[in-house]
């Protein structure tokens, strides 16, 4: 019978081969998981592999006989998932399973416990800034409306202080013709 064993495990750009200092793998992250067989009697060519990756509860998530020492996979959920392969050698005899698991979680971003109070922290933002840009429109006509009544009143106190001034000018040329 064929063996086969686990060689490493990549995550994006870092590569582990002590599988108990995996850490949790996040969602949207690419997961390459590679296997070395001990087969000397299958030509290198025609060596074939079963690779399943079930999730916890039972589920199969796929299921596939490739001939790669390879297996990349992109999680979309969250959960535990376990990857075993098994090789299989010309004589369609399988080697014992080798499985590696790990957990496979959301980043902290995608959160509902983190997106949702962000979500209404953002609302409550919006709604503030709505609120005081109309307060500050209403009081920004309030004051324009009381600079033009200021302005107005300015303007009607020069005329008439100007009309006072001509009146009294005219008094004073009066006074001087009556006393010459």
Same mark, same amino acid.
């Given at each position: 019978r064929p063996g086969i064993q686990v060689r490493s495990v990549q995550l994006d750009d870092d590569t582990y081969t002590d599988f108990s200092a995996l850490p949790v793998v996040k969602t949207g992250r690419r997961v390459a998981i590679q296997y070395q067989e001990t087969d000397l009697k299958t030509d290198p060519d025609k060596r074939q592999f079963l690779c399943r990756l079930t999730r916890s509860g039972g589920g199969t998530v796929t299921s596939a006989v490739i001939g790669q020492r390879r297996f990349e996979w992109t999680p979309r959920e969250s959960g535990t998932y376990t990857f075993a392969v098994q090789a299989i050698d010309r004589d369609l005899r399988y080697?014992?399973?080798?499985?590696? /698991?790990f957990t496979v979680a959301a980043p902290w971003y995608a959160s509902a416990w983190i997106v949702a109070p962000a979500a209404g922290g953002v609302l409550a933002l919006l709604i503030f800034s709505s609120? /005081?840009?109309? +307060?500050?429109?209403?009081? +920004?006509?309030?004051?324009? +409306?009381? +600079?033009?009544?200021?302005?107005?009143?300015?303007r009607q106190a020069r005329e008439s202080l100007e009309q006072k001034n001509r009146e009294l000018l005219e008094a004073k040329e009066a006074a001087e013709v009556a006393n010459r």
């Open positions: 080697s014992d399973p080798q499985r590696l /698991t609120f /005081t840009g109309w +307060r500050y429109a209403v009081h +920004r006509r309030e004051v324009a +409306r009381l +600079r033009d009544q200021v302005l107005a009143q300015e």
